[in-house]
């Protein structure tokens, strides 16, 4: 499984270590590194992931897959057994994620228990094999405080420039993704504009305003990912 991921996005590895340490060059320090790393698992931060995001799309040549991981079961876990064991999880589940994703894309800890990839893929089945990858590796049961435990994940998958030409916009189309996957419990998704709340409501006013009438707005919202 590992070895298929890292074919499928072996050239990411070069541009993105290329890119990586021509930044790091100019910005190097032991500071600098430890402000761009979460504490608890030692992967990324959300700070290193939104800076690896921008320069990644900067330099890729094709397609960047970017991927929001929010876990299932963790709050059961967090609340019953505790603080302590809730963030012994996360660092197993970290350790789990690093070897899929190698040194083929930036894996990163955004908060709480959401997570992070930045991959490049050369298309849409490359990203939902890879986001699938990920979802397997949680399959085995894990150990916290000698007792058993078991958590799966839902995962968002969307695409640069494909579902937006913007950081914030394909992040933004990540999350709508991985809300998509949690409410749906297909465990991956991709991004599907009719989801999309904003979406929605732009072609909405688009139609009305087409139709001569004044749009207003409504008070709607999309549903929460809780």
Do not use: W
Not at 7 to 25: G, N, W, Y
Not at 154 to 174: E, Q
């Amino acid at each position: 499984l590992v070895a298929s991921l890292l074919a499928l996005t072996a050239v990411a590895a070069v541009i993105l270590r290329t890119a990586m340490t021509v930044h790091e060059l100019h910005t190097g320090s032991e500071s600098y590194r430890l402000a761009r790393t979460d504490e608890l698992t030692s992967l990324t931060n959300r700070r290193g992931f939104l800076e690896g995001l921008d320069r990644l799309i900067e330099v890729a040549p094709g397609t960047v897959a970017v991927m929001i991981i929010d876990l299932n079961g963790f709050k059961e876990v967090n609340d019953s057994l505790g603080h302590h064991a809730g963030d012994e999880l996360l660092r197993l589940v970290a350790d789990r994620f690093r070897p899929v994703v190698g040194d083929a894309g930036l894996l990163a800890r955004l908060g709480g228990d959401e997570f992070g990839i930045v991959i490049m893929a050369p298309d849409d089945r490359a990203a939902i094999d890879g986001a699938e990858l990920l979802q397997r590796s949680l399959d085995e049961a894990f150990v916290v405080d000698e007792i058993s435990v078991r958590v799966g994940a839902a995962i968002g998958v969307a695409l640069y420039p494909g579902h937006s030409r913007t950081r914030s916009g394909v992040l933004r189309s990540g999350d709508v993704a991985m809300c998509d996957a949690k409410h749906r419990r297909t465990g991956v998704e991709m991004y599907r504009p009719a989801s999309d709340f904003q979406n929605r409501e732009k072609n909405r006013r688009i139609v009305l305003v087409g139709r001569g009438i004044a749009p207003r707005s409504t008070m709607s919202s999309p549903a929460s990912c809780a």
